[in-house]
């Protein structure tokens, strides 16, 4: 068979199994187990478990439990509401502050966290309720949170860009500070959106507020939430000021969130920590048993030729890089509505790296692009993730709701990826001045 029709069968029989209600792991195991049993034969079964071993025996993979464990051990605590709560009390008198103050808040916990979801749950569930009582709309509240927690798969450390580095074979430090920038610049258009936004609807909820906070009720709740700021400003040291590889530094930050958790927040039952132990167990185990069963899908797609055959037919279309551009970004867009981001980049990104890099593309600003992707697939349906952890948060508004609010900062989100592609030095320079010029290979 046409290696380019195989590469459509297994496309179809992927998305076909992935939508019976399997998880993605199992999912690509099976897909890629028939494939390579009918088109190799019995035999190349054999090489099943050495493969999927192969692609977990890799000392940077560390370093995913341990920020999944950095991120828990925050979740844990009242670290998202106390933060939430600093930046309204500095920022109460901003036109639409408090959906100023819950952007940031995101973005903040995103950084301490790294994970979406965890980010609308600590965030929404004080924010959402005071937005609501403000007299901001439900569209207002539930979109803007659901938004600003996506900012935890893009703002460092991230555990997507983690999987992003070990399945390209990219630099991890360097691929966190590509984020940086351009997540600076994504706060930057939820904020001015939402300050467009309230402006626009006549200063809703500013007007009703009719609360001042001295400065000592503004410093006194900032020794709760510093010591997670400066854990994080530490581990980033650590990592780019060449103390530590980014395992060490995960396994340093990790240790150090449970101690503050302790300390500050008297996390001081057994119980309480066996379920940050447990909850980041089972993360870390879903994300790794992914990551082994893509390298199976992976290898599968190599030894039938699909993925040189698709990057070949690519490579030859006569078209100029940006619309080639362009179609992957549209891929990346509709696989991102129904799949996880882990799951995407680990299938598509050993595909589609060699045909962006022969384009002329930087492979770290790509990673971006497909970050911003996979945060616009987190707010929207079928899958949409923080949409579902929304509504279970605030069952009384409605999935539509939650999405028209949202739907403001997905176009925040495709105006980023329109200013990142005509100005790529948003996201090179901070690794280019830190790290300096990477070698070409």
Known sequence: MDPLAL???????????????VSVGVGLLIVATFFMYVFDGPRSLQALPELFYGDLNSFALLSIPMFIIMGSAISSTRAGPDLYEALERWLTKVPGGL??????????????????????????????????????PDEVA??????????????????????????????????????????????????????????????????????????????????????????????LYALYGGIATPSETAAVGALFCIVVAIVVYRMVQP???????????RESVMILFIIGAAGVFSY????????????????????????????????????????PPVAVILMSAPILLPIITAAGFDPYWFAVIVTINMEIGLITPPVGLNLYVINGIAPDISLRKILVGSMPFVLCMVLAIAILSAFPGIVTWLPDTIMGPEMVR
């Open 7 to 21: 590469g459509g069968l297994v496309a179809l029989s992927t998305v076909i199994i992935l939508f019976s209600g």
């Open 300 to 339: 599968m797609l190599s030894s039938l030729f699909v993925t040189q055959s698709v990057a070949g037919w690519i490579a030859e279309l006569d078209v100029n890089r940006w619309v080639l551009m362009g179609i992957i970004n549209l891929f990346l867009l509709v696989a991102g509505f129904f799949l």
């Open 142 to 235: 539930a979109g803007s949170i659901a938004a600003g927690g996506t900012l935890g798969i893009l703002i460092p450390p991230s555990v997507t860009m983690i999987v992003y580095g070990i399945a390209t074979e990219t630099s991890i430090g360097r691929l966190f500070l590509a984020g940086v920038m351009p997540g600076i610049l994504l706060v930057s258009l939820f904020i001015a959106w939402a300050i467009f936004d309230t402006w626009r609807r006549g200063a809703a909820g500013v007007a009703l507020s009719g609360i001042n906070y001295s400065w000592k009720e503004r410093f006194e709740i900032l020794p709760r939430v510093l010591p997670f700021v400066v854990i994080i400003l530490g581990v």
């Open 271 to 281: 119980a309480a920590l066996w379920v940050v132990l447990r909850d980041s167990t």
């Open 99 to 136: 959906v100023v103050s819950n952007l940031g808040a995101c973005a903040l916990f995103a950084a301490m966290s790294g994970s979406s979801p965890a980010t609308c749950a600590a965030i929404g569930k004080m924010g959402i309720p005071e937005m609501r009582k403000r007299g901001y």
